[in-house]
């Protein structure tokens, strides 16, 4: 098993997370954050005043799937986040050792 965590922009994530279902992937968890890479921060404006801050909104997505997916969720992830732009985010990918579903007991892969 695999855990997918991909940082993207916020608003790409409906289009994300339908093109993942369409490969078959119904569950995965969302966070807000707050970052900044090769964009060093953005430029805003708060009641006709500009300000500068160094944090960026972002959107984590984490899906854990079993091996075979992986390729196919990250090309997916990256196909549909791609503008060519600085900020388009990133996809890390890193082992799971073991799941467990709380409610019934299932563990491993029958637990994803």
């Excluded at 549909?80 to 563990?107: A, C, H, L, P």
């Amino acid at each position: 098993m695999k855990k997918i965590e991909a940082i993207i922009k916020p608003y790409k994530l409906d289009e994300t997370k339908d093109a993942l279902a369409e490969i078959g992937i119904d569950g995965m968890t969302v966070s807000e954050i707050q970052g900044y890479g090769r964009e060093k921060g953005h430029t805003e404006l708060y009641r006709g005043s500009e300000y500068e801050t160094d944090f960026v909104p972002h959107t984590l997505i984490e899906i854990v799937v079993n091996d075979d997916f992986v390729e196919q969720v990250s090309k997916v992830v990256q196909e549909v986040n791609n503008t060519g732009k600085i900020g388009d985010g990133k996809i890390f990918i890193s082992t799971v050792v073991n799941t467990v579903r709380i409610r019934t007991g299932e563990s491993g892969s029958e637990a994803v």
